[in-house]
């Protein structure tokens, strides 16, 4: 069974940073897409950032400039830079994995940022 774990959330003042890991059971080429997902209280789950297997990368407009996904596929992990942070970042993200066949999601990590 695939698991995807994720770690680094916590509390953090407004313009600081953080930086989330996603941790797999498996080889992170073998989805095709990774990815992290924020959802705060009230709200539908929302995309942060991609990264293809090919090593292309996507970011929701807010966090462009301010975020960076990256990965190290010696550790199967997945990271989330996260900088200049804001209480709107506050949040619970999720580790997204997608295969060819399924889509697999961590647990989640949760994020505030105090004003």
Known sequence: QVQLVESGGGLVQAGGSLRLSCAASRTI??????????QAP?????LVATIAKGGSTNYADPMKGRFTIS??????TVYLQMNSLKPEDTAVYYCRGTSSLYDYWG???QVTVSS
Request: hydrophobic content about 25%; overall charge positive; proline content about 0%.
């Open 29 to 38: 080429f073998s989805f095709n897409v990774m990815g992290w997902y924020r």
């Open 42 to 46: 009230g709200k539908q789950r929302e």
């Open 71 to 76: 990965r190290d596929s010696a550790k199967n």
């Open 107 to 109: 647990q989640g990590t």
